[in-house]
C-alpha cells in the first residue's frame, strides 16, 4: 500500500504540473545556455530542432521543406538532412559519413528567402549532397552514399557521442570529419562537463524527458542567472585544444575499429580582420589537429581558399565569417573529391571528373 500511495502521490504531481503548467521541451530545459537558444529559432520563429538525451539537440525528424532561417529543411526518420531513409548498409553500397556542424549541414545552402521561397538554385547544394551526386554520376549502377552526420550548434565532443552511438549501425566505408567554430565558442562550463556522455547521466536525462515535473525541476534547479553574470562566467572554451585534438583521435580511432577510413579536415573560416580574437582560436585549434594528425599518419585537408590564408579574395566564397555558401561548398567538394581519390579512398569507384557537378 505505502508503494501504491507514493505512486499514486507521484502521478498526481505529474498531472497537476502538465494541467496548471505550461508544457516544457526537453530542449529548452537541457539547454540553457543563452547563445545556443539563440541559435535554435529564427526571426519568424520557427525551430527545426528538439532534446536528446545523449547530444542534448537534434533535428526534429521527418521535416519536409520547412523554412528555417533561409535554409529549406527536409530531413529523414533519423533526423538527418538527407532525402532517403538510411539504416544498415545494403549489400554494395558505398557509404560515406560527413560528420560535422552547421557548415557540413550546409546552413543557408542553398539561400532561400522568406518571401520568395522557391526561388533558389537546384544545383546550389551542401558539400555532402554535392559529393554524392558527382560519384553516383560517374559510377551508374552502383550505389554511393555520402549522408551528413551533421546539425548546427555541435561541436566535436558531441560528434564523438553520436559516432560512438551510431557507427556501428551505419558501417561506413569513409568518415569525414569537420569541426570548429562551435568548439571555440566560450561557455560557463566546458562541453565535457556540460554534456556528460557517461550512461548513468544520458539515462537520467531520457528519464528526465518523459516527465513535465522532473523537466521543470531540473529547469528551476539549473535556471541561468542574469545575462551580465552568465557573461561573467563564460569564461571555458566549449573544447579545449587539447580536447579538439583528442576528440578527433577517438573519432579515427573509432572509425578504424569499425572497418572504416578517416579523413579529417581542418576548420574553415574567413578572415583574420572581423573578429580577431575567434580567428586565434581557429588557427590554434586548426594548428594543433594537422599537426597531430599528420604525427599519426591520419589523413587530414586543409583547403587553404576556405582559411584565414584565402582572405580577400575567399570574400565570394562565404556567407559571412563562418560559413562557406555555395560556391564555398563547390570548393569543398571539389578539394575532398580530389583528396580522397589520391588517399586511394574510393575503394573501386571510379572518379569524377573535376566540374561534374554544376
Known sequence: MPYVLFLALLGGIELGVRVTRPHLSSL???????E???????????????GDAR????????????????TRVTTNARGLRYDRPVGTKPAGTFRILCVGDSVTFGFRVPLVFANRPEEHHPEW???????????????PGRAVEVI???????????GLAWLRRDLAELQPDVVTLLFGWND????????????????LSVASRAMLARSQALLHLWRWAHRAPDRRALALRAQFLRVSREEFVENHRAMVELARRHGARAVVVGPVYRDRVEYPSEAVFIASHRAALRAAMQADGVPYLEVPELTEDGYPGNLPL???????????HRVLEESLLAYLAS??????LKTPAAGAVP
Not at 28 to 33: I, K, L, Q, T
Open 184 to 199: 571555440i565558442g566560450f561557455r560557463p562550463l566546458p562541453d565535457r562537463q556540460a554534456m556528460k556522455t557517461d550512461a
Open 28 to 34: 529548452d530545459a537541457f539547454v540553457a545556455a543563452p
Open 343 to 348: 588517399q586511394g579512398l574510393l575503394g573501386d
Open 36 to 50: 545556443q537558444q539563440a541559435q535554435f529559432v529564427d526571426r519568424n520563429r520557427v525551430r527545426v530542432f528538439e
Open 125 to 139: 547544394l551542401p558539400y555532402p549532397a554535392r559529393l554524392e551526386k558527382a560519384l553516383q554520376a560517374a559510377n
Open 148 to 158: 551528413p552526420l551533421a546539425v548546427p550548434g555541435y561541436s566535436s565532443h558531441q
Open 55 to 70: 547530444l542534448f539537440w537534434r533535428l526534429q525528424a521527418n521535416l519536409r521543406d520547412v523554412l528555417w532561417d533561409m
Open 318 to 328: 562565404f556567407l559571412e565569417h563562418i560559413h562557406p555558401n555555395h560556391k564555398g
